[in-house]
């Protein structure tokens, strides 16, 4: 069954603890690609990364996302209105939105009923702009830190069910929008408080204990012991991250 684990109170609160912004680096890639700037959508905010980096390149951004303990945790921001509801059922006027973007969100939708709804709400011309950030389990200088990711990591937290991240040229056209691509490399900096706040954050990690098999205390000390030999005190690492953006047009 495809559930969304970020429902929570206590994943919203390290999901508001331990989440890098790296949203700019998208948002930088979005703003040529628009027609018009008067309003934007975000679904599926979170605590309101997202919302607040798209603040930066909309007039007005009306968020959502079906956590209300996220949406309690959310970065306030003057042109960013928060409000509770799912993707697929947004309480928008028809081709209202300039822009709806979705990040790390649309691998838990009912993707026929959010395109749907996003062809809806959009202008003619709108863009629904899909992206993610994907850490690499890659460690700068230190080949063995991937070896642990696959072989530590993520076989006592393996990851919980969801659609795929895979979106083409062919299903977006099928939806009834235009399609392009891109991809790209960013290092983050971390320390190992860092890292443990932010493998905190990942699905793998929140399944395990929303579902009682681990407290969020016991997760963090385990991860904070096994980092030490890569990160020790006071040092900080460079870590891959991929960006995936996937932007789709209604036609005009």
Known sequence: ??????????????????????????MERLRPLLS?????????????????????????????????????????????????????????????LDILTVAQGLHWFDRSAFFAEARRTLKPGGVLFVYDMFFRGELEGQPDFRTWMSERYAQRYPSPPRWPYALDEVQATSEGFGFHE??????????????????????????????????????????????????PDETMGRFGFGGLLRVLKRPA
Not at 198 to 208: D, E, G, P, R, V
């Open 182 to 231: 891109e991809r790209f490399d960013h290092l983050q900096p971390f320390s190992r408080a860092e890292l443990v706040a932010y493998l905190l954050t990942h699905s793998n990690t929140i399944a395990a204990s929303d579902t009682g098999r681990e407290t969020s205390e016991g997760i963090a000390a385990w991860l904070d012991a096994e980092l030490e030999r890569f990160l």
């Open 36 to 96: 018009g700037r008067a309003l934007g959508a975000d679904v599926a905010c979170g605590t309101g990364l997202s919302s607040v980096a798209l603040a930066e390149v909309i007039e007005r951004v009306l968020a959502f996302d079906m956590s209300g303990a996220m949406l309690a945790r959310a970065l306030a921001h003057p042109r960013v209105t928060y409000a509770q509801a799912p993707a697929e059922a947004l309480p928008l006027s028809d081709a209202c």
């Open 1 to 26: 069954m495809i559930r969304n684990p970020f429902q929570s109170a206590d994943g919203a609160e390290r999901y508001a603890a331990g989440r890098p912004y790296i949203h700019p680096l998208f």
